[in-house]
């Protein structure tokens, strides 16, 4: 017995689980039998391979998915990159002295906010004075011709453009990290239907501020000064040797299981 369930109650529960976020994916595996997985949030904490292949219907002699296939858990989609040949080394790239207002005026709304849709209010990014010599110090140091982002220049676009062809980065800029939005690791929280069951993907409360960050809301192209870990968790950085965050509160963070 667990948490007064039987075995065929936590069977039945399991196959609930499996119907609901195995069996979409099915059809778009075929014949596979190695299968690499990037859980996101609370599916850290599912053994997909101890799930149930049928329910109490099924004619299927296997009883477990482990019986049908081989699970590999990845942190990121690009993990599988690492298996591929690494890219040709790119230049140093250094993003500073950046202008969070772009073209318009400070909105004041939290980039935590917009990042993960939980309503926080916050102040909004400010200059950081000494930023721009500091990348001209670094670019000096550097040399090799180091590609240098400042200003309204160092939009995310621009940023994420730069990174797939760099072999070092340095950014100065304001971190955040959205403490008061609930992780999905948690368990429950967040706001919203789907929000208050398991709460919010980790990697979207947090990220890095960039060009136009305090505007408030995305340009025609969909940026909005704001990079979250999860799109840098989607970005191919094989090549990228050296990271180096000079910025704010780059370790913060909630310690959860998965």
């Not at 002699?61 to 989609?77: C, D, H, N, Q």
């Not at 005026?105 to 990014?125: D, E, H, I, K």
């Not at 809301?217 to 704001?226: L, N, P, Q, V």
């Amino acid at each position: 017995m667990y948490d007064g369930l039987s075995g065929d109650d936590i069977v039945e529960l399991a196959v609930v689980v499996r119907r609901k976020v195995w069996d979409p994916l099915r059809p778009a595996l075929g014949a596979a039998r190695r299968v690499r997985l990037v859980p996101d949030g609370s599916l850290n904490g599912v053994p997909f391979a101890a799930l149930p292949v049928g329910d109490a219907r099924s004619s299927d002699t296997a009883r477990y998915l482990v019986e049908k296939m081989t699970f590999r858990y990845l942190s990121s989609a690009t993990d599988v990159l690492r298996h591929r040949p690494k890219r040709a080394v790119g230049k140093s790239f250094v993003v500073s002295g950046i202008d969070y207002k772009g073209d318009d005026a400070a909105s004041g709304v939290a980039t935590a906010s917009r990042a993960a849709g939980c309503g926080l209010n916050g102040p909004s990014f400010g200059y950081l004075p000494g930023s721009k010599t500091e990348a001209e110090a670094v670019a000096d140091t550097v040399g090799e011709s180091a590609r240098v982002l400042l200003g309204t220049a160092a939009t995310e676009r621009a940023v994420i453009d730069g990174l797939q062809s760099a072999s070092r980065l340095h950014l100065a800029t304001h971190g955040f990290f959205a403490s008061g939005c609930k992780s999905g690791l948690s368990g429950r929280g967040g706001n919203g239907p789907d929000a208050a069951r398991v709460g919010y993907n980790p990697l979207v409360l947090s990220g890095l501020a960039l060009a136009g960050a305090n505007r408030g809301g995305r340009t025609k192209g969909g940026d909005d000064g704001i990079l979250t870990a999860e799109e840098v968790a989607g970005l191919d950085l094989s090549g990228l040797d050296l990271a180096i965050l000079s910025a704010c509160e780059t370790g913060l963070g909630d310690v959860r299981r998965g």
